[in-house]
């Protein structure tokens, strides 16, 4: 049966399948397909939009490897199985009072697919999934399982962290966690030269902030979401009415059927897209940390991202809003921008620099090739770093002049995988072979 990704922009053909449920399974997988000749891959929940995940060898389904294996509630210390959703995770992680302290903005992704292609949320003070590892139990290409972490194998945690898959099938991930905690969200629209002016002080000023901004349009959604102190007043809860009416009726329902009339009649694209800006609408209201971060996601789309050095986003976003405006095809989805702290993982997009990331979306079927190549000049010209999980058309020879440790990443998978078991396309396009 057929592979194909969420966004379906990658189809693949499995020359066989394995679904693992325990780590010695993990094991004999990789030996039984090493055995047959075969290159392995781990199945993630397909989230990525590039064929990361893509194989014509051996697929590892790791839907039956599942759930907390142990956790300490004074450390925050909680290991769990790498086939995890964060739905599942955010879930167990609450009803033992933990938390992650930082996430994306949906939860479908599994804990190892997530932080093997960087995935982030946004926090001028916080780094992206993977900075919450402590360490990581993996499945080598000759079947051993090590174990890697700050203190045991210390370059292996450096590379692995985020690795897409090229080191090993991990198997389980520690994770340092918070004791569960509260998010006072505020959303509201503003005009985007107001965000732009005061965007160093926003992203400083909030635990987490981001905006989306839709072409065209005036106004910016501008989200800043800050943990509640104990005792501190906070806005009330939404109630549920009001939560379904304005995530799935406004910004999936309602937004759905404007991104269709776009699709169908593209001359409506840039009213559609002025009117959807116009309507954004302000709330404030407050809920456990993963309620606040993840949002449904219905309406299809294709989507890039670039980490930009924070100080460069108020000038790529200008270049980029000149750029849009002459497009020969209109976009339909807004541009999401979020901020990191710099991080030392090797093939982290925020290694080394306080990172703001740009994100542009097309609705599913709408052309986007014009748009995301215009995108990828104007952010090669500050040193952009693409998403892994995003589409992009960056090869190893460039990747390598963005990441300072790109040759240490390379050392590591010559040591751990010389005869490169765990290959696919997309890894000799930006590793190289
Ligand atoms: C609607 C939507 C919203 C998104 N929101 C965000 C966001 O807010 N922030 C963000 O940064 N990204 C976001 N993404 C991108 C997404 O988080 C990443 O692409 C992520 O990798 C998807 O996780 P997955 O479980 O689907 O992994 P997959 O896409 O299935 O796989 C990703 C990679 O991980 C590898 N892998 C999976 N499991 C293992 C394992 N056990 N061992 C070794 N390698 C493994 C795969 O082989 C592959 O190389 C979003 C994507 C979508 C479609």
Not at 194 to 221: K, M, S, T
Not at 239 to 248: A, D, L, M, Q
Not at 358 to 363: E, F, G, N, S, T
């Amino acid at each position: 049966m057929s592979w194909q990704n969420w966004a379906g922009t990658v189809t693949a053909d499995p020359a066989r399948r394995y679904w693992p449920k325990t780590a010695g399974e993990i094991a004999d997988a990789v030996q039984d397909a090493a055995s047959a000749g075969l290159t392995v891959r781990a199945l993630g929940s397909g989230h990525s939009f590039t064929p990361a995940a893509a194989t014509v060898g051996a697929a590892l389904d790791l839907s039956g490897w599942t759930g907390i294996v142990s956790a300490d509630p004074d450390s925050g210390l909680v290991t769990v199985r790498s086939g995890t959703t964060l739905r599942a995770l955010n879930a167990g992680l609450d009803a033992l009072g933990l938390a992650m302290a930082n996430l994306g903005d949906i939860d479908a992704q599994t804990i190892s697919g997530a932080i093997s292609t960087g995935t982030h949320g946004t926090g001028a003070r916080l780094g992206g999934l993977a900075t919450q590892v402590e360490a990581l139990e993996i499945v080598m290409a000759d079947g051993t399982v090590t174990r890697a972490s700050a203190s045991e194998n210390p370059d292996l945690f450096a590379a692995a962290r985020v690795s897409l898959g090229a080191l090993g099938v991990i198997a389980t991930v520690t994770l340092r966690c918070l004791p569960a905690f509260r998010l006072a969200a505020d959303e509201r629209p503003l005009p985007l030269e107001e965000v732009l002016a005061r965007f160093d002080a926003l992203a400083a000023g909030n635990d987490h902030f981001e905006f989306y901004w839709f072409p065209y349009g005036r106004n910016a959604l501008v989200k800043r979401n800050n943990r509640i102190a104990s005792g501190a007043d906070a806005p009330a809860p939404m109630p549920g009415w009001r939560r379904f009416w304005e995530y799935e009726v406004m910004e999936n329902a309602a937004f759905g059927a404007l991104c269709r009339t776009g699709r169908a009649i593209p001359a409506t694209i840039k009213p559609l897209s002025r009117l959807a800006a116009a309507t954004l609408s302000a709330r404030s209201y407050s809920a456990g940390s993963h309620r606040v971060f993840v949002t449904p996601r219905r309406v299809r789309f294709v989507e890039s991202e670039y980490a930009v050095p924070r100080e460069a986003l108020v000038d790529v976003l200008a270049e980029l809003r000149r750029a849009v405006a002459g497009l020969s095809q209109p976009v339909m989805f807004p541009v999401e921008v979020r901020v990191a702290m710099a991080d030392d993982i090797w093939l982290s997009t925020a290694y080394g620099r306080d990172t703001a990331y740009i994100a542009i979306h097309q609705y599913a079927g709408l052309p986007y090739q014009e748009y995301f190549a215009t995108f990828e000049s104007i952010v090669a010209s500050v040193n952009g770093r693409p998403h892994w999980g995003k589409l992009h058309t960056l090869e190893a020879e460039r990747l390598a002049i963005l990441y300072p440790r790109f040759a240490d990443f390379r050392r590591v998978r010559d040591q751990v995988d010389p005869h490169r078991r765990f290959a696919n396309r997309y890894l000799d396009q930006v590793l190289g072979r």
